[in-house]
T-cell receptor
Framework: GAGVSQSPSNKVTEKGKDVELRCDPISGHTALYWYRQSLGQGLEFLIYFQGNSAPDKSGLPSDRFSAERTGGSVSTLTIQRTQQEDSAVYLC????????????FGQGTRLTVV | QKEVEQNSGPLSVPEGAIASLNCTYSDRGSQSFFWYRQYSGKSPELIMFIYSNGDKEDGRFTAQLNKASQYVSLLIRDSQPSDSATYLCAVNRQAGTALIFGKGTTLSVSS
């Protein structure tokens, strides 16, 4: 597709359940980011993938959060044993490394933990 | 000290005025600086990026970078009500590393 695609757009889950959020970056983009945005807040960095390099996981808030990127393309963010404080919009972005310019964002997944 | 800091606002300006948005960063070695605009309920979109000290102009927008002071700003001339949004400053320490965002400044332009 032409842009970054995220699915699902909305997800409601019960506390304690696991969830998987998917991101399909722009074709050819080597860098992929996951951010979390709580209501009225800025973008909290979670994890960054760059090509075949080891991901920068420094932003993951707890060991309940993990992410993988298969084949250098699609990425999945997994949250285990969800808590109410995990409720937020999860945004994925991708960019070229070489140009070091803008990151293009998907429309996000709104996660609600009830 | 947070890596990227912005005044959350709200910053209110009348239509036609100049809006000035400011951002400071903590890592002196940072190389790339970005301004994103985010409308309520939407994803961020890039307005401008700047790499070198000085000013960079694009239409009604001017980005200013002062690496010695670790300060980057965005000026919006002839502000319009459609400019009302949250403006996010983002910093990239070096090529191939994560892009870190500030919490954003909310701008309100009144007609």
């Amino acid at each position: 597709g032409a842009g970054v695609s995220q699915s699902p757009s909305n997800k409601v889950t019960e506390k304690g359940k696991d969830v998987e959020l998917r991101c399909d970056p722009i074709s050819g983009h080597t860098a992929l980011y996951w951010y979390r945005q709580s209501l009225g807040q800025g973008l909290e960095f979670l994890i960054y993938f760059q090509g075949n390099s080891a991901p920068d996981k420094s932003g993951l808030p707890s060991d309940r959060f993990s992410a993988e990127r298969t084949g250098g393309s699609v990425s999945t963010l997994t949250i285990q044993r969800t808590q109410q404080e995990d409720s937020a919009v999860y945004l994925c972005a991708s960019s070229h490394k070489q140009s070091n310019t803008e990151a293009f964002f998907g429309q996000g997944t709104r996660l609600t933990v009830v | 000290q947070k890596e990227v800091e912005q005044n959350s606002g709200p910053l209110s300006v009348p239509e036609g005025a100049i809006a000035s948005l400011n951002c400071t960063y903590s890592d002196r070695g940072s190389q790339s600086f970005f301004w994103y605009r985010q409308y309520s309920g939407k994803s961020p979109e890039l307005i401008m990026f700047i790499y070198s000290n000085g000013d960079k102009e694009d239409g009604r927008f001017t980005a200013q970078l002062n690496k010695a002071s670790q300060y980057v700003s965005l000026l919006i001339r002839d502000s319009q009500p459609s400019d009302s949004a949250t403006y996010l400053c983002a910093v990239n320490r070096q090529a191939g590393t994560a892009l870190i965002f500030g919490k954003g400044t909310t701008l309100s332009v009144s007609s």
